[in-house]
Each structure stands twice: as structure tokens, then as C-alpha cells.
């Protein structure tokens, strides 16, 4: 059985082996504390105590706020081993 005669088992393959790789590739808190301080040097170091991370399994979000009075607020989001920032 040639993998490339077979057209919708190819896409499969593709799409899991897309998956499997963004799952293994997601950043967490560790990796996002570093890039934050890298960002914003000491306030940045201070703000990542606050933050929490919500595993999505795809990517991740990273969130301050959300506990008593204060509204849950996205800092970043990451995926594929990058992290990006989030802008209100």
C-alpha cells in the first residue's frame, strides 16, 4: 500500500503528525516567565507570580486576574513553541 495513492489517509497522517507536533511544542509556565522578564525585565519577573496558565493542549493561554474583584485578563497566548502577547 503506497501512502501517496491513498490521498485521504496522506491528509490524515499530515494532520495528526500536525497535531502531535503542537501538542509536544506547547510552552508553559516556565517558558513563558522567561520570555515575559526578557520582555519586561523587572516588572515583567513580578507580574508572572500573578500569572496563570490554562493548558488548551494545542496552545496555551496565560491569564492575570479572574479571583475576586478582578476581571480575568489574557496576557499572551503560545503555540508551537512560541509565545505571543495580547493586546487589550
Not at 509565545?83 to 487589550?88: M, R, T
Request: charged residues 25%; glycine residues 8%.
Amino acid at each position: 500500500m503506497n501512502p501517496f495513492t491513498q490521498p485521504k489517509l496522506s491528509v490524515l497522517l499530515v494532520v495528526a503528525v500536525v497535531l502531535v507536533f503542537l501538542a509536544a511544542s506547547n510552552p508553559d509556565s516556565d517558558d513563558f516567565r522567561e520570555w515575559y522578564v526578557e520582555k519586561h525585565g523587572l516588572a515583567g519577573a513580578l507580574v508572572t507570580v500573578a500569572v496563570k496558565r490554562e493548558n488548551r493542549i494545542f496552545f496555551s493561554t496565560f491569564n492575570l486576574g479572574g479571583d475576586g474583584l478582578l476581571k480575568k485578563r489574557t496576557v499572551a497566548r503560545g503555540f508551537a513553541g512560541a509565545l505571543f502577547e495580547v493586546e487589550d
